[in-house]
């Protein structure tokens, strides 16, 4: 099984809901991502989870708070978001963060717009 | 640091006809190279990766790159595309986390 789940597909909160992304994967990886992509953008990295520990966080607002429940679970809580947070919220895994040539496998998303 | 920079940022091809998607990356370390695929409303998928050895890399779908040291470069190829093959396709660069080019639209055109 090489899938990463995530849900919901699509998620639409106004600026003072709170709401969480999730996402999973049952292939034994050690290292989770969460990446925000703009339309017609690349994936930007926002937080990396090695070993069920933060180990980077790309200088997200608080308003994204991750959390990772165990090794194949992997949470985003959002709270007071604004319009411009609205995009493609992308989940990844791969086996080990520290070493760069294991592939990083994706999720399909989780399309979020703010209103 | 490093760097990827993709070329063309839309590549219109008619069906059955060959393309090449260019990639130029930069970086003051060795690094892993990667072409990832996306189609409308989808995740991204993995197409093929260089590690090390030999320079040409085949993936799925048909298509395969070459990594060119000297120049860069990572060139995407596929000798015939099909419709299916429309897509956005990044290419990436990793010494240990991913930095993904800006991404060349593919149109395939009957």
């Known amino acids: 099984d090489t899938e990463v789940t995530q849900t919901p597909k699509h998620l639409v909160m106004g600026m003072t809901n709170k709401k969480s992304l999730k996402c999973e994967q049952h292939?034994?990886?050690?290292?989770m991502y969460w990446y925000k992509q703009k339309a017609k953008k690349p994936p930007e990295l926002m937080f990396v989870y090695s070993y069920e520990k933060l180990s980077i966080n790309e200088s997200v607002p608080s308003r994204f708070s991750p959390e990772c429940p165990n090794s194949s679970l992997l949470n985003l809580h959002l709270h007071a978001l604004q319009p411009e947070d609205s995009a493609l919220y992308l989940c990844a895994s791969s086996q080990d963060a520290r070493e760069g040539s294991y592939e990083q496998y994706f999720g399909p998303g989780t399309r979020l717009t703010v209103t | 640091a490093q760097s990827v920079t993709q070329l063309d940022s839309q590549v219109p091809v008619f069906e059955e006809a060959p393309v090449e998607l260019r990639c130029n990356y930069s970086?003051?370390?060795?690094?892993?190279l990667f072409w990832y695929v996306q189609y409308p409303n989808q995740g991204l998928q993995l197409l093929l990766k260089?590690?090390?050895?030999?320079?040409l890399v085949k993936g799925i779908n048909g298509f395969e790159a070459e990594f060119n040291k000297s120049q860069t470069s990572f060139h995407l190829r596929k000798p015939s595309v099909h419709i299916s093959d429309t897509a956005e396709y990044f290419c990436a660069v990793t010494a240990r986390q991913l930095t993904f080019g800006s991404g060349t639209q593919l149109t395939v055109l009957p």
């Open positions: 970086s003051s370390v060795s690094v892993y």
């Open positions: 260089y590690l090390s050895g030999s320079t």
């Open positions: 292939m034994g990886h050690r290292a």
